[in-house]
């Protein structure tokens, strides 16, 4: 049961999947499962649940493109724009996206979808259409949202350990206040 957070229900489902649109906005989700055996139920808790969102196109996600295998590695090399002909084939490589192009709603292991297009087909008939058809090919594409990089981590511990003299005296000082509170205390007991 799917419902806004005036508790309004939007959609109910059963067992059956169906799929729901949602404009931007925040809900709540509610699974109910009843089951005879209490085993069944204690395995479904920690059952996956699948939703699908669509980015709008100022957050889409743009892959880097090289030439060779190493510029997917060293981000170096970036494939350039090229004319087939026909029968003709080139080798490109998809290198992942940048952690700041990623969203940042998707937790570790996300997965994205999406999919990969190729050039336009050129329309000269109509003198509107000035940047053609759609894509005439295009291959589905996978992006698994990776953990963060230890840089991030360290960068974090750094912060913490930057504290200056005065706060970590002054956490010293409280820390030897709470000791002695706690030794007059257990002295008195």
């Not at 170096?76 to 003709?88: V, Y």
């Not at 292991?109 to 990969?116: A, D, P, R, S, W």
Request: aromatic letters at 8%; proline letters at 6%; hydrophobic letters at 30%.
């Amino acid at each position: 049961m799917i419902t806004d957070l005036n508790k309004r229900v939007l959609a109910v489902g059963d067992v059956y999947p169906k799929g729901v649109r949602l404009s931007n906005g925040d809900y709540v989700l509610r699974l109910h499962l009843r089951h005879e055996n209490m085993e069944y139920l204690e395995k479904l808790k920690k059952t996956v649940i699948y939703i699908d969102k669509s980015l709008e196109e100022k957050n889409y996600i743009r892959l880097p493109f090289f030439s060779c295998i190493d510029g997917a590695i060293t981000g170096r090399f970036g494939f350039k724009s090229r004319t087939l002909l026909h029968s003709e084939s080139t080798t490109l490589y998809i290198g992942s996206p940048s952690e700041e192009k990623l969203p940042k709603d998707p937790t570790v292991g996300t997965m994205l979808l999406g999919k990969l297009t190729y050039g336009k087909i050129h329309s000269y008939n109509n003198k509107n259409d000035k940047n053609g058809q759609p894509c005439p090919a295009s291959y589905p594409l996978r992006c698994v949202v990776p953990p963060p990089s230890k840089n991030d981590e360290r960068q974090k511990d750094e912060d913490v350990s930057k504290k200056t003299n005065a706060e970590g005296f002054e956490e010293q000082v409280r820390d030897a206040k709470v000791l002695a509170s706690l030794s007059r205390a257990s002295a008195e007991e």
